[in-house]
């Protein structure tokens, strides 16, 4: 492992008995004490590129103070190109910022777009209960408007500072207001989400040793049969799932320990999103709770999911919350491939300048695509058992696909990511592009286009009623 890997382990592993000690603390104690502690961390790993995350801060907040009605399209547009700024920096002289800086840059781009629809929705639904003297409708809307201790808190927040995962704003106030947290579930919980978290690190440790992924830049490697290179990539998406595995289990065990993102089970909590219907105590009954709220990874969906679709929604889930809800309603697009296919652009950009980040994210529409060709013209026509093979040979390449994809991801630049693919004859591209072929010439082709639209149209009033319950603006 890297320094920077056991810097990043040893903040994981030291934040969960800490999260213990913090459910013993007053609200406000609780609010100082996690600020001073995540900015202590920030200070001492990033040191002067502290500033970066700072005047991103100051800048939201002055936005929201300024023009809250703009808000969460400024808030997007100023914490993007500042994304640009901090990733060139050098450009201007300036030093390279560290990969914790960069870190907590991109986590704190989604706590402040999050930031500022949230606050715009406070003022809208303030001014419809002004105009109508009614009880607003909005689930985990904010209760007024925070103050710059409050961003700054909320910022800095030690829990998953440079791991995530990301929680709205709503989330964090619940946390640090928690009437009662030592009655909150903990340790169970805690030791049920770290229980697989040795078997995922000996995985990654033991294949990275025999899987290098500097091989896959030699001359040697392209010497080896294309089976032999096929297989490669398989076993270094293989690694990249141990590892994020590993890392993501044990930052949801942090949030766990400390008791964020706990909520009863019946407000229906979506990962990233917070609770989606009203819960209120039942003195009554024994209250059953969870931290979906705060869960990032579904492991066993992440492998086992058939569709390339579905798998997204498995990994890195609170960012695909706000995937979902701050980018993909706002795509200039309305074809479902064309919205996806823009979600995937930015979160590309998100991630940072390296052509390999596009080169795997615009395939995934590709392989959307493709997946919507093949279901619409064999798999609806196919009987339960047809069905039932057709689902198996879909995960296989849906898993395929993501190999394949995981290697611009991890080669990041583009001559390494082109030659490998064509090593493999860009074979994962050669199927996609097949499978929609055949879809159209099995007639799929208005089928597809009727089932895109239906799906569409799902996805836009799921969003829409998502939008309505937390108070999101809906465009």
């Known amino acids: 492992m890297s320094p920077d890997e ?14 213990f000690l913090f459910r013993y603390l007053s609200p406000p104690v609780k609010q100082g004490a996690a600020l001073l502690l995540g900015l202590s961390i920030t200070i001492a790993t990033c040191h002067i590129h502290t500033l970066h995350s700072l005047v991103t801060v100051i800048g939201t907040w002055i936005i929201i103070k300024s023009s809250w009605r703009h808000a969460p399209a400024l808030s997007l547009g100023w914490t993007f190109l500042y994304l640009l700024f901090f990733r060139l920096v ?3 002289g300036l030093p390279s910022p560290t990969p914790f800086a960069n870190a907590v840059q991109l986590l704190l781009t989604l706590k402040m777009v999050s930031l500022a629809n949230e606050v715009r929705s406070f003022h809208v639904e303030k001014k419809k209960d002004v105009s109508s003297f009614a009880k607003s409708p909005v689930v985990g809307g904010l209760s007024q408007e925070p103050s710059i201790y409050d961003i700054l808190s909320y910022s800095y927040c030690y829990v998953g500072i440079m791991t995530g995962p990301f929680f709205r704003f709503q989330t964090y106030i619940d946390w640090v207001r928690q009437p009662s947290p030592l ?15 040795p078997v995922y690190g000996a995985l990654f440790l033991a294949v990275n040793s025999v899987f290098p992924l500097a091989y896959v830049r030699t001359e040697d490697f392209l010497d080896q ?3 032999y290179r096929m297989f490669y990539m398989v076993a270094i998406f293989f690694v990249f799932r141990m590892r994020f595995y590993s890392a993501w289990c044990g930052a949801e065990a ?3 320990s400390a008791g964020l993102g706990c909520y009863p089970e019946k407000a229906l909590s979506k990962p990233g999103g917070g609770p989606t219907v009203d819960y209120s105590p039942d003195p009554t009954t024994e209250e059953k709770y969870d931290f979906k709220t705060i869960q990032n990874i579904d492991c066993y969906n992440t492998d086992f999911c058939v569709k390339v679709r579905h798998g997204m929604r498995y990994w890195n889930m609170t960012v695909q919350w706000w995937l979902h809800h701050y980018i993909y309603p706002n795509a200039p697009f309305k074809a479902y491939t064309l919205r996806a ?11 940072g300048l390296h052509p390999g980040y596009y080169l795997s994210f615009l395939t995934i529409p590709l392989c959307i695509a493709a997946e919507s060709a093949m279901e619409a013209s064999v798999r609806a026509k196919l009987g339960p058992r047809g069905q039932n093979i057709f689902d198996w040979v879909h995960w296989f390449l849906k898993m395929r696909a993501y190999d394949y994809m995981c290697m611009g991801f991890v080669l990041l630049n ?4 082109i030659n490998y693919w064509m090593s493999i004859y860009f074979i994962v591209h050669v199927i996609a592009v097949c499978c929609i072929l055949v879809g159209r010439v099995l007639k799929g082709g208005r089928k597809e286009g009727r089932r895109g639209e239906k799906e569409e149209k799902r996805e836009g009033e799921k969003i829409d009623n998502d939008k309505k319950k937390s108070g999101e603006k809906t465009d």
Request: hydrophobic content about 50%.
């Open 254 to 256: 942090g949030c766990i």
């Open 6 to 19: 056991l810097v990043y382990l040893g903040v994981l592993a030291a934040s969960i008995p800490v999260g």
């Open 414 to 417: 583009a001559p390494d990511t």
């Open 225 to 227: 049969n294309v089976f």
């Open 183 to 197: 009655v909150l579930p903990g340790l169970t919980p805690c030791l049920q989400r770290l229980k697989l978290v």
């Open 341 to 351: 296919g823009w979600t995937m652009f930015i979160s590309a950009y998100w991630h």
């Open 90 to 92: 050098t450009k201007f």
